[in-house]
Structure formats: C-alpha cells, structure tokens
C-alpha cells in the first residue's frame, strides 16, 4: 500500500519576503541580484514554488538571484562552508532577508534545491514510456550536477541528526518530486497503458535506487546517460504489458 504524501508546508520555507522592501528601498545590490537573476533562471524541470498567502509581497529577481547564489557559493565553497553572510555578500541582500528563506541552513538550501531543480521532473507526454525516460534524464542532470554531488554527504548528515529537518525535507522535495511519477502512472492506468498493480512507492524507489546506488556507492561516479534509456526499458518490459494492436 503507498504511502501518503504529506501536504506541503509553505509556512516553513516561503515566509521570505516580508523584509526585501527594507533592501529594496536602500537601492544596495539592484546590479548584483538582476546579474545572478539572468546568471541562474530556473532549471528545464523547475516548477514555480508554491503560491504564498495574498498580502505578502514577493520580489522575483531577488527571490531567482538568492537562490541562484546559494547554488554558486555550493559549488565554490561547498556545503559546510556556506553561510548566510556569504550569499548576503553575494547578492548584495541584507542578512535578514536570506534568512527569511529559511532559518536554517538545511531549509536555506532546500529552498534554493526546490527552486532551481523543481518538484516535478514527469511531464505528462501521452505515454508512459516516455514520461519515465523524461523523469530518468531529469534525474540523471540532477545527480551529475557537481553540486548535488558535492552537497549531499553534509545535508543529509544534518537531515539525519533532526527528525523535523528529515519531515521537512522528504515533504517539500522528495515527497513532491515521487507524486510526480505517482501523477505519471494514474495516467497511464487511465489510458489503459497500466493496469496499477504495482506498489507507487516500490516504483518511485526502483526508478530512482539504482541511480543512487551507482552514482555513491562506489565513491562518486557520473551517471552515463545510457543508463536512463536502460531502466526505463527493463522496467516497461518487465511490468507493463504492451498495449494490443487496435
């Protein structure tokens, strides 16, 4: 039996705006936060971030440009190192206003990660096969980002050490980025292509598993893009029946 997929929880990383009128009004970093803007726009298989409550105003530019910065600053200085001072420098941001984004560094990043790699990597095309090679390439650019490769050992150490962290981060990334594929199979049994006897989390686990397992197990290693094409062929050859001639 799935899972259910917890709702996601605005309140806990989208509470970001209320003081980026204090930086707006100073004039300090327009240059800055329009070039990081344009430098990181949103990923091929990013979705816009959940809508937050009316009233709160929202600045795009900075909101693209910050987390922009923090993909930079994790590439340049990695996970560790990276501190709310230093995207602040970056962007030209007061320090209050980064952390809005989040009040640690766990959400800091999970906000810039949702952002820029969006939560919904299945697009619906019509068939199943190719929705899934969709979501196996989407997967593979994500883990041979050097980023995510090089940011996963330290924040899922953090995960690990806080059950509230680890809720957070399966509800507002992973959680959303699986009912993707969920979405892909409901479509697939209503077109008649499946006939939904499988277990959803079984499959969002056998999809994305062995690409986990090839890129770290063994040290880190790039995933070939051959890799993707494969599992979606075992997997459609193994438990999806062909669709009968009309």
């Known amino acids: 039996m799935s899972l259910p997929?917890?709702?996601?929880?605005?309140?806990?990383?989208?509470?970001?705006?209320?003081?980026?009128?204090?930086?707006?009004?100073?004039?300090?970093?327009?240059?800055?936060?329009?070039?990081?803007?344009?430098?990181?726009?949103?990923t091929e298989d990013?979705?816009?971030?959940?809508?937050?409550?009316?009233?709160?105003?929202?600045?795009?530019?900075?909101?693209?440009?910050?987390?922009?910065?923090?993909?930079?600053?994790?590439?340049?200085?990695?996970?560790?190192?990276?501190?709310?001072?230093?995207?602040?420098?970056?962007?030209?941001?007061?320090?209050?206003?980064?952390?809005?984004r989040g009040s640690n560094k766990v959400l800091l990043v999970l906000g810039a990660l949702i952002e820029h790699y969006g939560i919904d990597p299945t697009p619906d095309t019509g068939s199943l096969?190719?929705?899934?090679?969709?979501?196996?390439?989407s997967q593979i650019r994500f883990w041979n980002d050097p980023v995510i490769a090089g940011l996963f050992p330290g924040l899922l150490a953090d995960?690990?050490?806080?059950?509230?962290?680890?809720?957070?981060?399966?509800?507002?990334?992973?959680?959303?980025?699986?009912?993707?594929?969920?979405?892909?199979?409901?479509?697939?049994?209503q077109r008649g292509e499946y006939d939904g006897a499988l277990d959803n989390d079984w499959v969002c686990d056998l999809l994305t598993g062995p690409l986990i397992c090839r890129a770290f197990l063994g040290g880190y290693r790039k995933l070939p893009e051959s890799i993707g094409t494969e599992m979606v062929d075992i997997f459609m050859n193994a438990y999806i029946k062909p669709r009968q001639a009309e």
Do not use: C, N
Request: aromatic share 8%; glycine share 4%.
């Open 46 to 100: 990013a979705e816009e971030a959940p809508r937050r409550p009316r009233g709160r105003p929202r600045h795009t530019a900075t909101d693209v440009a910050i987390s922009g910065a923090i993909i930079e600053l994790l590439a340049e200085v990695g996970y560790q190192r990276l501190s709310y001072d230093l995207v602040a420098q970056r962007t030209g941001a007061t320090r209050p206003t980064v952390y809005l």
């Open 159 to 189: 995960i690990s050490s806080d059950q509230e962290l680890a809720d957070i981060w399966w509800r507002t990334f992973i959680a959303p980025r699986r009912a993707s594929t969920v979405r892909a199979l409901e479509r697939a049994k």
């Open 129 to 137: 096969a190719t929705d899934l090679l969709h979501l196996q390439k």
């Open 5 to 42: 997929i917890p709702p996601f929880d605005s309140k806990l990383l989208y509470l970001r705006y209320d003081m980026y009128i204090e930086a707006e009004r100073s004039g300090r970093g327009d240059a800055t936060v329009k070039k990081l803007a344009e430098k990181f726009p949103p």
